[in-house]
């Protein structure tokens, strides 16, 4: 099974805890994922998505002048880089975050790795074997003819 680091963003979105949020959210606009990781030291220690800007735009608990730490998640859960997908998915299962920052032994981001990264790649593997199980149906299939064939026309020669 495939390892994280083979499928990760090896380039995330990435801001200092003294950053504005109209910073995180310039930063979104250019890219796909939708979220900021907040570092320290090379550190993830919260992430800030989308929603997280429209929540606090919307109840007008923060400006876009305001520091990302007002409105960023701050429990984050991580994943390290050498884990295999079975593990990262019963995370996935079990947290139900979209997003997930990727670390190395000693903690810090390497990366960023989405749940549909996950499917995605779990759902080709699931291709590939279905894939090789016709393929090995097929020669099964035509060993079974063959053999089958030869016993009719050899049978008559050679006395079993």
Known sequence: MARISKIMDKSPLILGKESMISEAARLMANKPHG???????????????????????????????????????????????????????KIIDTKGFRRYPVVDKEGNLTGLVTENDIVHTINDQIRFHRNLQNMILIVFVAFEFFVFFFYRHL???IKF
């Open 155 to 157: 049978s008559s020669y």
């Open 35 to 89: 979220c900021v990781i907040i570092t320290e030291n090379r550190k993830p220690i919260g992430i800030i998505t989308e929603l997280d800007i429209i929540k606090a735009m919307a109840s007008k608990k923060a400006s876009l002048r305001a520091k990302v730490t007002e409105v960023m998640s701050s429990s984050v859960t991580v994943v390290e880089q050498s884990s295999k997908l079975e593990k990262t998915n």
